[in-house]
Nanobody
Framework: QVQLQESGPGLVKPSQTLSLTCTVSGGSITTSYYAWSWIRQPPGKGLEWMGAIAYDGSTYYSPSLKSRTSISRDTAKNQFSLQLSSVPPEDTAVYYC???????????????????WGQGTQVTVSS
């Protein structure tokens, strides 16, 4: 019932900012205790968790990407967004949004336990 849909440009030029939006239906992004994540999969590689925004607006980021990643939300639109700055060609990947959870132990980063996923959107970084 919960559905997530990624949207945004499929092509980004190197050194520019990658921006994607995830639109959620069938559930509120402010409902305790869910967290809303961005995950990517470069060609030939595994899934990489990038970051998340929790139901209360708290953000979490992968240490390797934190310096150039920003996740925000628009509760009125039930959307959350990803901005990844200064992208190199290596950022080319399929980008997913997905629903996970957050507890007193922290954000659940076990991706196989995420219950709802968007279909993914291909983003290519190329000039």
């Amino acid at each position: 019932q919960v559905q997530l849909q990624e949207s945004g440009p499929g092509l980004v030029k190197p050194s520019q900012t990658l921006s994607l939006t995830c639109t959620v239906s069938g559930g509120s992004i402010t409902t305790s205790y869910y967290a809303w994540s961005w995950i990517r999969q470069p060609p030939g590689k595994g899934l990489e968790w990038m970051g998340a925004i929790a139901y209360d607006g708290s953000t979490y980021y992968s240490p390797s990407l934190k310096s150039r990643t920003s996740i925000s939300r628009d509760t009125a639109k039930n959307q959350f967004s990803l901005q990844l700055s200064s992208v190199p060609p290596e950022d080319t990947a399929v980008y997913y949004c997905a629903r996970g959870s957050v507890t007193v132990e922290g954000l659940n980063k076990e991706l196989y336990e995420y219950d709802y996923w968007g279909q993914g959107t291909q983003v290519t970084v190329s000039s």
